[in-house]
C-alpha cells in the first residue's frame, strides 16, 4: 500500500533507537499510525511538533501490519505558540482528545477540517470559549452530541436566567452561553464549568464505560487556565 496525504501530527513515541511511532489525522485516510525512521535527528525532531501540518507518504506491505511515513513539514503550527504556556497546553490538549476519540484509517473530512479551523480561532480572543464550542462539534462527529439545548430545562432566581439537567440524583447547571451560543462570554468561571461539563461528559459516557482513563494532557491544560 502506497499513498501521498497531508495530515496534523497527534501523538509520536519513542521506537527503537533512532526512530518513533507517531499518529496523524489525515485528509483522506483520517488517523494513521507509522513508523518514522530517523525521527530523533536533529533535521527532524526539531519540527515534528504536536499540532504542526505535514504532508506524508505512507508505505506499507501489510494491511494489518504498521506502515513507515516519510514526511515533509507542511505548516509550522505550534511553534507560533511557544511562548504562550495555555495555548501550547491546549494545543496537546485537543490533539490528544482527536487521538483518543477517533478509530484508525476511518477517514472524516468534518474532523480535519475542524483542526484547520481550531488554529484560527487560537490566534485571537476569546479563544476559550471558542474552544468549548469547537470540542461539543468535535464530540458531534464522533457521534456523540451532547444537544445540550434539547435537555437543558430553565429557572429564573433573582430576575436571571439559569438552565440545568437533572435527575433522580442531582441537579447539574449549564453555564447559559453553551444554551445561548455565545462564544463572546469573558466570565472566567462560566468558561471553566463549560470545560468541566465536557471533561464530566467524556468520563460518564467514553472514557470510564470503556476503562480509559481521563487523558493527562486535558488534566494538565485544566490546571494550567486555573493559574
Same mark, same amino acid.
Given at each position: 500500500?502506497?499513498?501521498?496525504?497531508?495530515?496534523?501530527?497527534?501523538?509520536?513515541?519513542?521506537?527503537?533507537?533512532?526512530?518513533?511511532?507517531?499518529?496523524?489525522?489525515?485528509?483522506?485516510?483520517?488517523?494513521?499510525?507509522?513508523?518514522?525512521?530517523?525521527?530523533?535527528?536533529?533535521?527532524?525532531?526539531?519540527?515534528?511538533?504536536?499540532?504542526?501540518?505535514?504532508? =506524508?507518504?505512507?508505505?506499507?506491505?501489510?494491511?494489518?501490519? =504498521?506502515?513507515?511515513?516519510?514526511?515533509?513539514?507542511?505548516?509550522?503550527?505550534?511553534?507560533?505558540? +511557544?511562548?504562550?504556556?495555555?495555548?501550547?497546553?491546549?494545543?496537546?490538549?485537543?490533539?490528544?482528545?482527536?487521538?483518543?476519540?477517533?478509530?484508525?484509517?476511518?477517514?472524516?473530512?468534518?474532523?480535519?477540517? =475542524?483542526?484547520?479551523?481550531?488554529?484560527?480561532?487560537?490566534?485571537?480572543?476569546?479563544?476559550?470559549?471558542?474552544?468549548?464550542?469547537?470540542?461539543?462539534?468535535?464530540?458531534?462527529?464522533?457521534?456523540?452530541?451532547?444537544?445540550?439545548?434539547?435537555?437543558?430545562?430553565?429557572?429564573?432566581?433573582?430576575?436571571?436566567?439559569?438552565? +440545568?439537567?437533572?435527575?433522580?440524583?442531582?441537579?447539574?447547571?449549564?453555564?447559559?452561553?453553551?444554551?445561548?451560543?455565545?462564544?463572546?462570554?469573558?466570565?472566567?468561571?462560566?468558561?471553566?464549568?463549560?470545560?468541566?461539563?465536557?471533561?464530566?461528559?467524556?468520563?460518564?459516557?467514553?472514557?470510564?464505560?470503556?476503562?480509559?482513563?481521563?487523558?493527562?494532557?486535558?488534566?494538565?491544560?485544566?490546571?494550567?487556565?486555573?493559574?
Amino acid at each position: 500500500m502506497l499513498w501521498s496525504d497531508s495530515g496534523y501530527l497527534l501523538s509520536k513515541n519513542k521506537f527503537g533507537e533512532n526512530s518513533i511511532i507517531a499518529e496523524f489525522f489525515t485528509e483522506n485516510h483520517g488517523k494513521i499510525p507509522g513508523v518514522i525512521y530517523g525521527a530523533t535527528s536533529k533535521k527532524i525532531r526539531n519540527y515534528l511538533q504536536i499540532g504542526n501540518k505535514f504532508h =506524508i507518504n505512507y508505505v506499507s506491505k501489510n494491511e494489518n501490519k =504498521i506502515g513507515y511515513l516519510n514526511i515533509e513539514i507542511e505548516k509550522i503550527l505550534t511553534p507560533l505558540f +511557544f511562548e504562550h504556556k495555555k495555548k501550547l497546553s491546549c494545543i496537546v490538549s485537543s490533539m490528544s482528545l482527536i487521538k483518543l476519540l477517533t478509530v484508525d484509517s476511518q477517514s472524516n473530512i468534518e474532523i480535519y477540517k =475542524i483542526i484547520d479551523d481550531f488554529y484560527y480561532f487560537l490566534e485571537g480572543k476569546n479563544w476559550i470559549s471558542k474552544l468549548i464550542f469547537w470540542e461539543l462539534e468535535l464530540l458531534k462527529l464522533v457521534g456523540y452530541d451532547l444537544e445540550l439545548k434539547k435537555i437543558a430545562k430553565e429557572e429564573i432566581i433573582d430576575n436571571k436566567k439559569f438552565y +440545568f439537567v437533572s435527575n433522580s440524583n442531582e441537579k447539574k447547571y449549564i453555564p447559559s452561553f453553551l444554551i445561548e451560543k455565545n462564544n463572546d462570554i469573558v466570565d472566567f468561571d462560566e468558561i471553566f464549568n463549560g470545560l468541566k461539563l465536557i471533561s464530566d461528559y467524556l468520563d460518564k459516557s467514553i472514557l470510564r464505560p470503556n476503562n480509559i482513563s481521563h487523558p493527562k494532557s486535558r488534566i494538565d491544560f485544566l490546571n494550567i487556565i486555573k493559574q
